[in-house]
């Protein structure tokens, strides 16, 4: 089964006085929606917008798989056990906050920053907290996360490469740029496919220019 949802569906937030927008894919803070709570191991995937010098102050997070994707700009990450880096397009980061962690988001550059965050539930709560930052990902190395059962597979496409979608029990499909075609349905920027139970499905960029997306491995919800 695919379940799309369109890059004008998500909710709206963030702090647009302060230089930072946010667009919610799934039910969020305020924007409590009780069928929209998650996908997979999926709770969050959530467009950040900062503009130079705007961020997110301190803040904590538990028992949260967090996965963030850089797709202009640099990121500036600090955090309670002593991490700190900058995140650049390329760059897949993960924060486990485990029993518990708070950090930083800034953007601490002269230029717009957009970022895909992702958070995914872990199997088993708790644990100490662990940070990394993998640079330069490559399109054949998928990103593992083993706390939550789930696989990131970063797919770039040149006009009319197609990609195989995994055969697994949920897949979630987030493109970045461009346009994908999976099965008869067109996803552009924003838009994102739910996949249950799919199998031999590929995703194809369109003709007019290359595709970035994010697809999600998962074997349970």
């Known amino acids: 089964m695919i379940d799309v949802r369109r890059s004008g569906e998500r909710y709206r937030g963030g702090e647009p006085a302060a230089g930072i927008e946010t667009f919610h894919a799934f039910s ?13 191991a999926v709770l969050a995937c959530n467009e950040e917008r900062l503009a130079p010098g705007a961020g997110f102050d301190e803040h904590p997070h538990s028992h949260t798989e967090i996965v963030t994707w850089v797709v202009e700009g640099e990121l500036t990450h600090r955090d ?9 397009p390329g760059d897949v980061q993960h924060l486990s906050a485990a029993g518990g962690v ?58 009319g490469e197609r990609t195989a979608i995994p055969d697994a029990p949920f897949a979630y499909v987030h493109v970045v740029r461009g346009e994908v075609h999976v099965a008869d349905e ?6 994102a496919a739910r996949i249950t139970d799919g199998e031999d499905l590929e995703a194809v960029a369109g003709p007019g220019g290359a595709a970035e997306l994010l697809v999600w491995e998962m074997t349970g919800g």
């Open 28 to 40: 969020f803070g305020p924007h409590y929606d009780p069928d929209n709570l998650r996908f997979g």
């Open 186 to 191: 067109t996803l552009t920027p924003g838009d």
């Open 80 to 88: 309670s056990a002593g991490h700190e880096s900058v995140v650049r």
């Open 102 to 159: 708070r950090h930083v988001e800034r953007n601490d550059g002269g230029d717009p920053l957009v970022f895909v965050q992702m958070w995914l539930s872990p199997l088993t709560p708790g644990g100490e907290p662990s940070y990394e930052v993998v640079h330069g990902i490559a399109d054949s190395t998928p990103y593992a996360v083993p706390a939550a059962g789930a696989l990131l597979h970063v797919r770039r496409l040149a006009p």
